[in-house]
Each structure stands twice: as structure tokens, then as C-alpha cells.
């Protein structure tokens, strides 16, 4: 007869592996944080609920590949999303609506915010480009306003064929960094330097690779290292992510700062049941459901910590704006 503990446990293996097998959104490093001592083992029972100020699709029937989803980024009036579902786009903030929508590939990086009207996107190339003999293009890049969309330039980012030849073998997500005159996009084993406008760029050492995850079947990682950890203790399964615990079976994204968290976590083996978790100094301060999906939940998510709430992107095309009680 199976007891309820071993269920619980044989759940969290089963929502563990799915999780690892599907999310592809980046949970942020963790920050130095401020925690009760010790951190959150469970739940209380009454907590605050978030309300949605808006949720919008951004492409019912759009069919392209579910590679990643970036966490939304706030400029001005303007949230940025990109996933390789949407593309790039940009909503109101006060009310979701569509200021503007830009196609990309479905390999693309999260938008890299130099100033409020200066922002460069990347991502594949739409088309063939040619370059000199002994060189090959990696990606595109764009340099847009976008609080007006009109003024932007655009180029190729092209190395030599040795140096592009691991940007052009990974399929994991760009990462993107840098200032005004100097870009850095790394993936796995691949990291160039990328002059602007030019776009002629040279190899830089990669970033190392993540540690391993504690060892045994209850620990994962994120796509961009961040480690956690589901533990099952007198019947009740928590997981873990930098220095935050809460009720759930796997960790689906998460962004912190130092002293609040937001977790997204799966909370049973239906891949149905699925929060958005505010943390404040170690306790939960509220929670928010995910829309129950007509399938079981599988594409990635992401999320952003803001003042007052949070953006969370889920099931593939679809934005809320969350507003904490």
C-alpha cells in the first residue's frame, strides 16, 4: 500500500523531471537577502491574493517553436516582452495594450536596455547574409527607441568561422550584455565580443559553466545555473530557490532583490496547478494562480519583480500585470 509520504515524493520525482524538461525561462541569479532564520519551511494558511490588473494573449494560433520566454522588462510606459513565440513587443503598462510588435526568430535574446530610448535586440537573422570569405553571421542585431518605434538601426553580428562555429552548433538561449559601443552574446561554449554598429565580432572567454546541482533525484537547475531543491518533510513537499522556500513540487521561475522574491512554482503533478508566489523577508505576502490551461501546462515561463507586483509570461503568448494585495 503506497502511504502518502512515499506519493508525495513519487509526485515531486514526476513534476521535477517534467520541469527539466520544459522550462526554458531564466530565473535570475539570487541577490544578497535578508531572511527570517530559518527560511520559510511552509505556507501559512491566509495569505494576501495578488489581483491582475490585465492579462492579454499576444498571438492565439501563433505556432512557432517554444524555445524560451525572457522576463518582461519595464522602460517608461513600455513593457517589453520577448519570447519565441511573441517576437518582440511592447505593452502599455497601465493597460496591456499592443504599443508595438516586432517578428523574430524564435532564437532570440532577452532585450538589452541601455537607456529608456535605447534598447538592442537579438536574434537570428530572418534571411541569408552575406560576409567576407572566412567568416560567418552568428545572429542580427536591432537598435530601437521604444517609445518610438520608428527611429532604429540594424546590422549583422558576424565572426570568424572558427569562433562562430559553437554559437552556431548551441541552441540555448543568446545572453546578452554590454554598453553603447560593445555588446557581449554568449550561449553555452560560445562568447563574442560585439563592436556596434560594425558587427564584426571577436571570441572572449566564456563565461564557466554552472556548478552541478546538489546530488539526488529532488534537486534541479535553471537553464542559467540557479539551483533548487524540493524536500518532502512530514508529509509536505517545499522547494527551495535562493534562500526562498514555499509549498510546490518544482520551481518554474523566480526574480529577486534583496529583501522580496517572486517564485513561480508547480504545486502538484497535474502540470495544471501553478502560483505566482510574492515573498517579502523570508515569509509569503501573497499568491496568484495561473489561468488553468486547456492541456496540461508545458511551455515555458518567466517573471519579473517590480514595485507593488509583478509580470509573469505564461502559456506561450500570454502576459499578466499582477498587482500585490
Given at each position: 500500500m503506497i502511504t502518502r509520504r512515499t506519493a508525495i515524493r513519487i509526485a515531486a520525482v514526476i513534476g521535477a523531471a517534467t520541469v527539466a524538461a520544459v522550462v526554458a525561462g531564466r530565473i535570475l541569479a539570487p541577490a544578497p537577502r535578508k531572511l527570517a532564520t530559518p527560511p520559510l519551511a511552509a505556507e501559512p494558511e491566509a495569505v494576501g491574493v495578488a489581483t491582475a490588473r490585465w492579462v492579454v494573449d499576444l498571438g492565439p494560433g501563433l505556432t512557432a517553436p517554444d524555445?524560451?520566454?525572457?522576463?518582461?522588462?519595464?522602460?517608461?510606459?513600455?513593457?517589453?516582452?520577448?519570447?519565441?513565440?511573441?517576437?518582440?513587443?511592447a505593452l502599455d503598462v497601465a493597460t496591456g495594450g499592443v504599443a508595438w510588435r516586432r517578428p523574430a526568430s524564435p532564437d532570440l535574446a532577452a532585450p538589452l536596455v541601455l537607456a529608456p530610448h535605447d534598447v538592442i535586440e537579438v536574434s537570428a537573422c530572418d534571411e541569408p547574409i552575406g560576409v567576407a570569405a572566412g567568416r560567418s553571421v552568428v545572429a542580427c542585431f536591432a537598435r530601437i527607441d521604444p517609445l518610438d518605434i520608428a527611429a532604429r538601426s540594424a546590422g549583422a553580428i558576424h565572426a570568424a568561422d572558427a569562433d562562430a562555429a559553437p554559437c552556431l552548433t548551441s541552441t540555448a538561449p543568446w545572453q546578452l550584455r554590454g554598453d553603447a559601443t560593445t555588446i557581449a552574446i554568449s550561449r553555452d561554449g560560445c562568447a563574442l565580443a560585439v563592436p556596434l554598429p560594425?558587427?564584426?565580432?571577436?571570441?572572449?572567454?566564456?563565461?564557466?559553466?554552472?556548478?552541478?546541482?546538489?546530488?539526488?533525484?529532488?534537486?534541479?537547475?535553471?537553464?542559467?545555473?540557479?539551483?533548487?531543491?524540493?524536500?518532502v518533510e512530514g508529509g509536505r513537499s517545499t522547494v527551495e530557490v535562493a534562500g526562498v522556500r514555499v509549498d510546490g513540487l518544482a520551481v518554474l521561475a523566480a526574480a529577486s532583490d534583496s529583501a522580496r522574491?517572486?517564485?513561480?512554482?508547480?504545486?502538484?503533478?497535474?502540470?495544471?496547478?501553478?502560483?505566482?508566489?510574492?515573498?517579502?523577508?523570508?515569509?509569503?505576502?501573497?499568491?496568484?494562480?495561473?489561468?488553468?490551461?486547456?492541456?496540461p501546462r508545458g511551455t515555458p515561463i518567466a517573471v519579473a519583480l517590480v514595485p507593488g507586483g509583478a509580470y509573469v509570461v505564461f502559456d506561450s503568448t500570454r502576459v499578466a500585470a499582477l498587482a500585490a494585495p
Open positions: 524555445r524560451v520566454v525572457h522576463p518582461p522588462v519595464v522602460v517608461g510606459d513600455r513593457l517589453l516582452v520577448a519570447a519565441s513565440r511573441i517576437g518582440f513587443a560594425s558587427g564584426a565580432a571577436t571570441a572572449i572567454a566564456a563565461t564557466p559553466p554552472p556548478p552541478p546541482p546538489e546530488p539526488g533525484a529532488d534537486c534541479g537547475v535553471t537553464t542559467d545555473g540557479t539551483p533548487w531543491c524540493q524536500r522574491a517572486v517564485v513561480v512554482v508547480r504545486r502538484d503533478a497535474s502540470l495544471a496547478h501553478d502560483d505566482v508566489v510574492g515573498v517579502e523577508d523570508g515569509a509569503v505576502v501573497w499568491t496568484w494562480r495561473l489561468p488553468e490551461p486547456a492541456q
